[in-house]
């Protein structure tokens, strides 16, 4: 469902609020959610702003309203890849993608627009260093956040990893639970 839209129909709304297409419909006949009929019809919308004020007014989660938060993993390990996909495809709140290349990183990350990447260092093709100081240099894409994932542990290493312009860095063998949580923490998410 496109959330972007301005106006939203009651199927809609009750959808995105939990409830049922009936309550949503009492709701707006009460004036308890603001809304229009559509003219000639007895379709009723109910624009954004209305949708907000009914979901602030019942304590109802707004982050109902928004798209799923797009991450890109970029690690050369397949199997690591397929848990990642199933464990953030089951939370409901991430669209996942995944590449096992510098290269396919690049380009991933140039058709998906991920507002997180986690970045192996150590690929095949290209060190996950350069894709990271490429990615910083390219305009639509400086301000992605890239969260490095990495078996190093030498200090200068890392280091060198936030002068190229990661954000955060998480060390392997890691807690997925641990990545959610940083990834929510650096989206604003709950």
Not at 118 to 145: Q, S, W
Not at 163 to 176: R, S, V
């Amino acid at each position: 469902m496109n959330h972007n839209k301005t106006n939203f129909t009651t199927g809609e709304v009750a959808k995105i609020c939990g409830l049922s297409q009936q309550t949503v419909i009492r709701c707006f006949d009460s004036g308890r959610i603001e809304g229009f009929r559509i003219d000639g019809s007895r379709y009723r919308r109910i624009p954004r702003e209305g949708l907000v004020a009914f979901m602030k007014k019942n304590n109802i989660p707004l982050d109902r309203l928004s798209f799923k938060k797009k991450v890109l993993v970029v690690d050369d390990d397949v199997e690591l890849l397929q848990v990642m996909q199933d464990f953030f495809e089951d939370d409901g709140r991430f669209e996942l993608r995944t590449a096992v290349t510098g290269f396919d990183a690049g380009v991933a990350t140039k058709e998906f627009g991920p507002d997180v990447i986690l970045l192996d260092i150590m690929l095949p093709d290209v060190n996950g260093l350069e894709v990271c100081r490429y990615l910083r240099n390219t305009e639509a894409h400086k301000d992605t956040v890239i969260i490095a994932i990495s078996g190093m542990i030498e200090r200068d290493k890392i280091e060198e990893l936030y002068e190229a312009g990661i954000d955060h860095y998480i060390q392997k063998p890691f807690d997925l639970a641990e990545v959610k949580r940083k990834i929510c923490d650096v989206l604003e998410m709950e």
